[in-house]
Nanobody, 125 residues
Framework: QVQLVESGGGLVQAGGSLRLSCAAS????????MGWYRQAPGKQRELVAT???????NYADSVKGRFTISRGSAKNTVYLQMNSLKPEDTAVYYC???????????????????WGQGTLVTVSS
């Protein structure tokens, strides 16, 4: 089992900042890409930003120049610094991790896409 725990969401005024954190734990052999996705009411979940284990970053056009994704030194944590927030950034933000786990029963590695429970970010105008 793999668990992702997010924190840092909340209510902020337009133009403000928030920092989201996500920590992965459990039966993890390695993690390649970690990222943040968001889902606004009535909309599909969309990519916000991803970062590989080598530090290669990818951002949605809507957040470029405002959001910064980073990983902790232990490589099992990911952060999202959100600046210049806009009302349209309001959404539930989900952490994602592409993991390799070891199945001792089959003696084989398995791929697993893990998701956090989500943290709500509300930006008021």
């Amino acid at each position: 089992q793999v668990q992702l725990v997010e924190s840092g969401g909340g209510l902020v005024q337009a133009g403000g900042s928030l920092r989201l954190s996500c920590a992965a734990s459990g039966n993890i052999f390695s993690i390649t890409t970690m990222g943040w996705y968001r889902q606004a009411p009535g909309k599909q979940r969309e990519l916000v930003a991803t970062i590989t284990s080598d530090g290669v970053k990818n951002y949605a056009d809507s957040v470029k120049g405002r959001f910064t994704i980073s990983r902790g030194s232990a490589k099992n944590t990911v952060y999202l610094q959100m600046n210049s927030l806009k009302p349209e950034d309001t959404a539930v933000y989900y952490c994602n991790a592409d993991c390799r786990t070891y199945n001792s029963g089959t003696a084989a590695f398995e791929a697993l896409a893990a998701w956090g429970q989500g943290t709500l970010v509300t930006v008021s105008s």
